[in-house]
């Protein structure tokens, strides 16, 4: 069973910042499964080889069921936890980052390490984005031509989404519906068309919309 609703990162992406003359560099990206993101992972070490620090984490599966966070020899606890507990409190799924270390001769403590690492990831995610992903079914919609104006002004009255429309020997109006609207979609454009469509349930699909 699919969820119905998540949030992830937009998608690949990178933010720098600076503290006490370190540079932090998060890279981020979505991942499906662990070896997307221990690919990830070891893709940002070859780049940045000589970068003291490439620390990481990831949290993956409907219910986080593959967490892991690596310090990279920072300080245990300092700064895989920390970026991982960013990717927890903004309830992200299937999102690898790692945080790269540039070290500006500065020793920041643990304190401040921690608080280095989870802004870095905090920050990132606020410039690389954060979208929630609904699943929905394409349904579709087959009338005769004259219902055509009806159909999709009524369609663009309501919330529901359209796809796309096909003009074949009948119209075929696909529309996007959440998983739990779709009895409830059936039964309104039914009475629509006064009973004169007939619906077909499509392919299940992902939609996504930033969150700001």
């Not at 892991?68 to 936890?81: L, Y």
């Not at 609904?134 to 529901?160: C, F, I, M, N």
């Not at 696909?174 to 454009?189: C, H, N, P």
Request: charged letters at 25%; hydrophobic letters at 40%.
């Amino acid at each position: 069973m699919a969820l119905s609703s998540y949030q992830t990162v937009k998608g690949p992406g990178e933010h720098e910042m600076i503290v006490q003359k370190s540079r932090f560099i998060a890279f981020f990206n979505r991942v499906e499964n662990e070896a997307d993101a221990q690919a990830f992972i070891e893709k940002i070490k070859k780049e940045h080889w000589n970068a003291n620090h490439n620390c990481s984490a990831y949290l993956i599966g409907e219910r986080d069921e593959i967490q892991k966070a690596n310090d990279d020899g920072e300080p245990s606890g300092t700064a895989g936890v920390p970026m991982l507990e960013v990717l927890k409190k903004r309830g992200l799924k299937d999102t690898v980052v790692v945080v790269t270390r540039y070290f500006g001769g500065i020793k920041l403590g643990a304190g401040g390490l921690i608080r280095a690492y989870g802004s870095a990831v905090s920050e990132g995610l606020n410039a690389v984005g954060v979208v929630k992903r609904t699943l929905v079914q394409v349904v579709h919609t087959q009338v005769d031509y004259h219902w055509l104006g009806k159909v999709e002004h009524a369609l663009r009255e309501s919330p529901y989404q359209l796809k796309g429309i096909d003009y074949l020997e009948q119209v075929d109006v696909q529309t996007y519906v959440e998983i739990d609207q779709l009895d409830a979609f059936e039964e309104w454009i039914t009475n629509v068309t006064n009973g004169q469509a007939a619906l077909k349930r499509g392919a299940e699909v992902y939609l996504e919309v930033d969150v700001k």
